[in-house]
C-alpha cells in the first residue's frame, strides 16, 4: 500500500478560459487554500498562507511574475514560491497543466500533512 503522505492527486480549477492574465482563483484542496494566477499565459498555483501572521496571498499586489504579501511586503515568486532572500517566506508551488480544456492542479505530499497521522 502506498503512503499517503507522498501521494499526489489532480484537481480541477475550472475551465482554462476561465482565468485571463493577471486573474487569480482561491480554491481548497485537502483543506488548503490554493491560489490559481495567470500571468502572460503562464497558470501558476501556489499555497495561500504565509507561514506567519495567517495573511492571504490571495489579495497580494501583482508585479509581473511576483506577488506582494499584503502583511509584510515580501515579494514572492510566483514560479519558484523563492522571496528575495533565503530563509524567508517561500510558500509551496504547485504543478498546474491543462488536460482536455481544464485546468488541473497536482497537489503534493505537503497538503495532504493537514490531515495525516
Known amino acids: 500500500m502506498k503512503d499517503q503522505r507522498h501521494m499526489s492527486r489532480q484537481v480541477c480549477f ?14 481548497f484542496i485537502n483543506g488548503w ?19 506567519h501572521i495567517g495573511a492571504s496571498l490571495a489579495n497580494g499586489q501583482l508585479d509581473g511574475h511576483f506577488v506582494r504579501c499584503p502583511a509584510h511586503g515580501l515579494r514572492i515568486d510566483l514560479a519558484t514560491g523563492d522571496g528575495p532572500r533565503p530563509g ?13 480544456g481544464r485546468v488541473m492542479v497536482t497537489s503534493r505530499a505537503c ?3 493537514k490531515f495525516s497521522s
Not at 95 to 100: I, L
Open 88 to 100: 524567508c517566506l517561500r510558500p509551496t508551488c504547485l504543478s498546474v497543466s491543462v488536460v482536455d
Open 33 to 51: 487554500s490554493v491560489i490559481l494566477f495567470t500571468i502572460e499565459g503562464t497558470r501558476h498555483a501556489i499555497d495561500n498562507s504565509p507561514s
Open 111 to 113: 497538503l495532504h500533512r
Open 14 to 27: 475550472g475551465s482554462a478560459h476561465e482565468l485571463s492574465a493577471g486573474d487569480r482563483k482561491l480554491a
